[in-house]
C-alpha cells in the first residue's frame, strides 16, 4: 500500500472516480492541491474567474453527462462564492463534488485570515459535507463523498481540506465499494405497489402523465416512453422534466405549470389520474394547492420519500428508482396483454377534450411589424439548430419562453435551474456542457439582466476556446419581475429598467468573440445563422419588444385553471 | 399532536446541528432535545420531543432518515413505551416552608441534592406530567431556578430501536 499526503489523494480519487475536467479557482489555502493536479498532468483543469462560474459549470457539465461534476476553491470568499452553485445543484438533484480549501486545523476557530465555517454554512444546501480533520479518514471521505453525490436522489457534496491535512502523509486505501449503514437510498420499487399502480391505470377514464427532472436523472426517459405509448395517455413535463419525453411526440401537452400550455394545466385540473415521475409537486407546478387536481388519485414515483406525500396526499406511493419503477409497471401492462390501441379507444373522449383544448389556447404570441419577439426568436433557434442543440438557459422570462417554444426531444439538452432559480447560471453552465462535447453546438439563451450576473466567464470560455453560442433577449429590463409589476403593481417598475447596458457586440469584440445584433424581425435568422456558423465564442444580441410577457401565466397563489392568456 | 422520536445518529461532528438545522431550516417544532452515546461509542441516542398533524410527522420522519449521517428514525409514541425526564429544582426553603418542601419530595419521591440555609435543591424523575405536577406545587413556595434534561424514552418490553 502506498503511503500519500493528502493533496495527492485528492487526485488519486478523482482518477479512480474518472473525473477528467475539473472547474476551479486557486488560493492560499488550496494551493497545494493545485500543485499535486499539475505535478500529476492528467486532470484537465478550467480556471474559471469567479467561484460561482466553477460550481455553476461543474453542475451544467453534471447535468449534460449525468456525471459527477467537480468544483474548487479556496477557503474564505472563494469558499462562500460557490454557495449559490451549490445550492442551485441541490435544488435540482444534481451531483457535485465541491473542494475547498480550510485553513490548518490549529487556526480553525481563531477568525484566521480567509477563514469561514464553509462546512456550517452549506450545511443546509448539501446532501453532506466533511471537514476533513485526520488525513487517515480522507480516502474513505472521498470515496463516500462521489457515492453519495450520485446515487440516491443526487445531489452535491462539500469536503473543506484543511491546510496541514492537504500536506500530512497516510496510507491511500481506497475502497473500490462502499456500504454505509446510515445511508441505504431504496432503489428497487415495491412490486405490491406496482400492482395497485396498474389497478388505479385500469379504472382511470381521464389519466395523466406527470414527468419531472428525476425520470431525466435516472435516465428513465425510454421507459416513459414506454409506458406512454403503451397506454396512450398524454404527458406534461415540469420544467426539469423537459426533454425526458420528446416535446414533438403527439402525446406531449408541452410544460405545465405558472408558464405551462392552456392543455396541460386544464388536463391536470380535469384528470382523474396522476401517474407522477420524478416530479415533486412544486408549488409552481400546482398553483393554489387546494384547487389543485381536485378529482385525481396519484400515482406517485419518486426514490426520495419526502418528495412523496410533502404536498400532496398521494394513492399509491412508490419510493424506488424511476427507471426500475416504470420498467416494472410497462411489465405489468405488457403482461396484462391489452394493446394500445385498446387504451387509445378507452381513453377516445378524454383526448377529445385535450385536443379541443389544445385548439383552444395553443401556445402562441402576437406577431408585430418590426419589432422582435422573443419567442420568434427561440423558434428560429429552435429551427436552425434542428432541435438538435445543448440549451442552457438563464433565469426569469428567457428561461420561460425557451421552455415554451423550444421543443426538447432528448434528456440532457435543456439544462436550466429549475428549483433555485438562479440568475447567472446559463453560461457558466454551458461551459461546462460544452467541455463535456466539444464538438456539440451548445447555446446559452440569456436576458441581458442575468447574462451580466456572470459575463466575466467570457474570458474563461475564450481560454478554452470553448463555441459556446450566447443568444441574448434584450429588453432592458428585468422582464419577469417587470411582468409582475406590470400585472400585480400596477405598473410601478421599481427598480426593474436597466438604463444602461453594455454594447454586447462590442463586449463580445473585447474578449476577443464574435458579436452579432438584431434590431428588425428580417434579421433574427440571419443574426443567428452567423452567430451559430462563427468559429468560436460568440454573442447574438436581439433588441425584443420591451414589454413583451410569459403567457400563459398563473398568477401566484391561483389556481391552475386560472390562466392569464395572450 | 406530541410525537416522541428516538433517533439513533452517527457520533459525527455536526450531526446533531444537521438535525436541529433540519427543524429550524423546515419550521418543524422541537419541545425538547436529549441525546448522549449508546454503548456502541460510534452512535449517539436522540430523543426528540415534536408536535404536528400526521402529514407534519410523516415529513419529519422522511427528513430526518434523508440526512446521511441519520441510522435510524421511530415513532416510540406510536405503541407502549415508558418516557422519563429528570428536573433539578431551586427552591426557597426558609423557617416555615423548610417542612413543607421535604413533605412534597417525599411524597413525590424527589431527593433533595443540595441544601443551603435559604433553599433546598430538589431532584425529580418522572413522566412530563408528574414534573408538572411538582412545579405546580412548588411554585407558591417560590422556584429560584430549574433546570430540565428534556424526555428520554423506550419502547416497552422486547422492542428497540
Redo the contacts between chains.
Keep these: 500500500m502506498t503511503k500519500l499526503p493528502g493533496k495527492q489523494m485528492v487526485v488519486e480519487a478523482l482518477k479512480r472516480e474518472g473525473v477528467d475536467v475539473v472547474f476551479g479557482f486557486p488560493g492560499g489555502a488550496i494551493i497545494d492541491v493545485y500543485d499535486a493536479m499539475e505535478r500529476d498532468g492528467s486532470i484537465k483543469h478550467v480556471l474559471v474567474r469567479h467561484e460561482q462560474g466553477a460550481a455553476h459549470a461543474a453542475d451544467g457539465y453534471a447535468r449534460a453527462t449525468g456525471k459527477v461534476g467537480v468544483c474548487i476553491a479556496t477557503s474564505g470568499p472563494g469558499a462562500t462564492n460557490t454557495v449559490t452553485g451549490i445550492a442551485t445543484a441541490y435544488m435540482d438533484s444534481i451531483p457535485i463534488v465541491v473542494f475547498t480549501g480550510q485553513v490548518p486545523t490549529s487556526l480553525i476557530g481563531n477568525d484566521a485570515f480567509q477563514e469561514v465555517d464553509i462546512?456550517?454554512i452549506t450545511?443546509?444546501c448539501t446532501?453532506?459535507?466533511y471537514?476533513v480533520k485526520d488525513v487517515h479518514k480522507l480516502p474513505q471521505i472521498l470515496k463516500e463523498a462521489f457515492y453519495?453525490a450520485r446515487s440516491g436522489r443526487p445531489g452535491p457534496v462539500l469536503i473543506d481540506l484543511p491546510k496541514d491535512v492537504q500536506n500530512q502523509v497516510a496510507e491511500f486505501d481506497y475502497p473500490d465499494k462502499i456500504k454505509?449503514?446510515?445511508?441505504n437510498p431504496v432503489v428497487e420499487p415495491h412490486s405490491r405497489q406496482i400492482e395497485r399502480a396498474f389497478k388505479l391505470i385500469e379504472k382511470a377514464k381521464q389519466p395523466i402523465i406527470y414527468a419531472g427532472g428525476g425520470v431525466i436523472i435516472a435516465n428513465a426517459h425510454k421507459e416513459l416512453r414506454k409506458l406512454a405509448e403503451s397506454i396512450y395517455a398524454p404527458v406534461t413535463m415540469t420544467l426539469m422534466g423537459l426533454g425526458g419525453f420528446p416535446g414533438t411526440h403527439e402525446q406531449s401537452l408541452g410544460m405545465l405549470g405558472m408558464h405551462g400550455t392552456y392543455c396541460a394545466n386544464m388536463a391536470m385540473a380535469n384528470t382523474d389520474l396522476i401517474i407522477a415521475v420524478g416530479a415533486r409537486f412544486d408549488d409552481r407546478v400546482t398553483g393554489k394547492i387546494e384547487a389543485f387536481a381536485p378529482n385525481a388519485a396519484i400515482i406517485h414515483i419518486d426514490i426520495?420519500?419526502?418528495s412523496i406525500?410533502?404536498n400532496v396526499k398521494v394513492d399509491v406511493p412508490i419510493v424506488g428508482d424511476c427507471k426500475r419503477a416504470l420498467k416494472k409497471l410497462v411489465k405489468v401492462i405488457e403482461e396484462d396483454g391489452r394493446p394500445p390501441e385498446v387504451w387509445k379507444e378507452k381513453f377516445k373522449p378524454w383526448w377529445d377534450q385535450i385536443r379541443a383544448w389544445e385548439e383552444r389556447h395553443p401556445l402562441t404570441y402576437k406577431k408585430e411589424p418590426g419589432v422582435i419577439k422573443p419567442q420568434y426568436v427561440i423558434e428560429k433557434l429552435y429551427e436552425l439548430t434542428k432541435g438538435k442543440a445543448i440549451i442552457t438557459t438563464e433565469v426569469g422570462q428567457n428561461q420561460m419562453w425557451t421552455a415554451q417554444f423550444y421543443k426538447f426531444d432528448e434528456p440532457r439538452t435543456l439544462l436550466t435551474s429549475g428549483g433555485l432559480g438562479t440568475m447567472g447560471y446559463g453560461f457558466p453552465a454551458a461551459i461546462g456542457a460544452q467541455m463535456a462535447f466539444p464538438n456539440k453546438l451548445v447555446v446559452d439563451v440569456a436576458g441581458d439582466g442575468s447574462i451580466q450576473m456572470n459575463i466575466q466567464e467570457m474570458a474563461t470560455a475564450m481560454e478554452q476556446r470553448l463555441p459556446v453560442k450566447i443568444v441574448i433577449l434584450n429588453n432592458q429590463f428585468l422582464g419577469m419581475v417587470r411582468q409582475w409589476q406590470e400585472l400585480f403593481y400596477d405598473r410601478r417598475y421599481a427598480a426593474t429598467e436597466f438604463t444602461v447596458t453594455p454594447d454586447f457586440v462590442k463586449l463580445a469584440e473585447a474578449y476577443g468573440a464574435k458579436g452579432f445584433r438584431a434590431t428588425k424581425p428580417e434579421e433574427v435568422e440571419d443574426t443567428l445563422k452567423k452567430g451559430l456558423e462563427a468559429d468560436g465564442l460568440t454573442i447574438m444580441e436581439f433588441a425584443i419588444a420591451r414589454e413583451e410577457g410569459v403567457f400563459p401565466m398563473v398568477p401566484a397563489g391561483k389556481a391552475t385553471t386560472e390562466m392569464l392568456l395572450v | 399532536m406530541k410525537h416522541t422520536l428516538s433517533v439513533l445518529v452517527e457520533n459525527e461532528p455536526g450531526a446533531l446541528s444537521r438535525i436541529t438545522g433540519l427543524f429550524s431550516g423546515r419550521g418543524f417544532n422541537i419541545e425538547s432535545l436529549c441525546v448522549a452515546p449508546t454503548l456502541d461509542h460510534t452512535m449517539s441516542h436522540l430523543t426528540l420531543v415534536t408536535s404536528g398533524d400526521e402529514f407534519i410527522i410523516e415529513q419529519i420522519i422522511k427528513q430526518l432518515n434523508r440526512l446521511v449521517d441519520v441510522y435510524k428514525v421511530v415513532d416510540v409514541s406510536e405503541g407502549e413505551f415508558v418516557e422519563r425526564e429528570m428536573a433539578l429544582i431551586k427552591v426557597k426553603a426558609e423557617d416555615e416552608t423548610r417542612a413543607e418542601v421535604l413533605r412534597m419530595c417525599d411524597i413525590f419521591r424527589c431527593k433533595v441534592v443540595d441544601v443551603s440555609p435559604k433553599t433546598y435543591t430538589i431532584e425529580v424523575t418522572g413522566p412530563e406530567s408528574k414534573l408538572k405536577a411538582v412545579l405546580e406545587l412548588l411554585k407558591p413556595i417560590g422556584i429560584k431556578e430549574i433546570t430540565r434534561t428534556g424526555t428520554i424514552a423506550i419502547q416497552r418490553e422486547k422492542k428497540t430501536v
Excluded at chain 1, 454505509?180 to 445511508?183: D, E, M
Design positions: 462546512v456550517g450545511r443546509p446532501k453532506h459535507n471537514l453519495i454505509l449503514r446510515s445511508y426520495d420519500p419526502t406525500q410533502k
